[in-house]
């Protein structure tokens, strides 16, 4: 096995590194505190090619690998999950769904711009009764000759109101149970989609997370994503991918932390000698940077897998229980070494903590993701 990064990947990943010190951490204590979405520098985003990155060029993507994916994703949530996540979610869950599975007018209409970073997408799958239990959708999609009549709500949707372009899950055939479920594209804007009030969040504040309202939407027979009864499928399989993003921003939060740990480590004084001089934090950042690293592995791998078109779901699911976990752990042991410093946002491992739940809880909680693991060990 090569453990040796190429010369493109650590390229991609000096990048990204730039992009998150000089783009991303000015005023992220500011957005975080305000919620307020980070539009300037999603945009920018999009023109340095990190919203397609996965995306065949002919799409208008960056035509890079999963790895490279992995570092940057890990770069940019060092600084600033809210941004991250919106990266995740426009890769790995939007753009690579409409690659894999979107007819060719599709991707043409929606994602050649969604890849260039002209605009940004959203998936929409979680409901209040179908959140983990993806097969019990309320939301539902009439066939009604040459469109379908779309009438529900989700929940918990990323990037809600800033989007332009939704990825929904809905039921057409009840009696089919998941094979009578569909996955559509929805366009901002249409007569009957409604966006409700932000959510006010523990973490990810500058994400803008909405719930969606559908009352009667005429979505076209063409935006249906797949032959009749596909969505079920279409979503399983676009959250497997996912599952590497939320892995690396876990990544990300916990590497971030533990670099403001080590650094505060060398300058705080206690008992005549920095801190980090004591056994006490030693071990602490020795468990930090063990734990990283593992979960670095995981992930790494789960996105050699993809890319050398092997299965990948229990790898996916690996990266993603033992990342988001390592994230809890070391943003709170990132605090508990600043002591009441921690404490105070302008140090920023309060916020990493706060941000890190949330990979704990998004793309599958971590009882959902030891199912799918168990599932593939007991084939």
Request: glycine share 10%; proline share 3%; net charge negative.
């Amino acid at each position: 096995m090569n453990f040796q990064l190429t010369e493109e990947h650590l390229m991609i990943q000096q990048a990204a590194r730039d992009f998150a010190q000089n783009e991303l951490k000015p005023g992220v204590i500011e957005r975080d505190e305000h919620q307020k979405f980070p539009a300037e520098q999603v945009k920018k985003l999009g023109e340095w090619g990190f919203l397609g990155m996965m995306v065949d060029p002919k799409y208008g993507g960056a035509g890079l690998d999963a790895i490279s994916y992995v570092l940057v994703m890990e770069e940019l949530s060092k600084i600033d999950a809210s941004v991250s996540v919106v990266v995740s979610v426009n890769n790995s869950l939007v753009c690579y769904g409409l690659e894999l599975y979107g007819s060719e007018e599709q991707k043409q209409k929606y994602l050649v711009p969604l890849a260039k970073g002209e605009i940004i997408g959203a998936f929409c799958l979680s409901e209040p009764e179908a959140g983990s239990d993806a097969t019990s959708q309320r939301t539902t999609a009439i066939d009604m000759g040459d469109h379908y009549l779309l009438n529900g709500t989700k929940n918990w949707i990323t990037s809600g109101n800033s989007a332009s372009v939704y990825l929904v899950i809905a039921q057409t055939d009840v009696a089919k149970g998941h094979k009578g479920i569909n996955a559509f594209i929805v366009e901002k804007g249409m007569p009957g989609f409604t966006v409700g009030p932000k959510e006010n969040k523990l973490g990810i504040r500058g994400s803008d997370t909405h719930s969606l309202m559908f009352t009667d939407v005429k979505v076209p027979k063409e935006n249906r994503i797949g032959e009749d009864g596909f969505g079920f499928k279409f979503a399983m399989k676009t959250l497997e991918g996912g599952r590497i993003g939320i892995a690396s921003q876990a990544l990300g939060i916990a590497s971030g932390a533990y670099e403001l740990a080590v650094q505060y480590s060398k300058e705080r004084k206690a008992f005549g000698k920095p801190i980090c001089d004591h056994q006490a934090i030693q071990f602490k950042l020795a468990d930090m940077a063990t734990e990283i690293e593992a979960a670095r592995m995981l992930c790494l791998k789960a996105a050699w897998l993809k890319d050398n078109h092997q299965p990948y779901a229990q790898a996916s699911a690996m990266a993603k229980l033992f990342a988001s976990e390592v994230a809890m752990k070391t943003t709170v042991e990132a605090v508990q070494v600043h002591g009441g410093y921690g404490y105070v946002k302008e140090y920023h491992v309060e916020r990493l903590m706060r941000d890190a739940k949330i990979t704990q809880i998004y793309e599958g909680t971590s009882e959902i993701q030891k199912i799918v693991i168990s599932r593939e060990v007991l084939k």
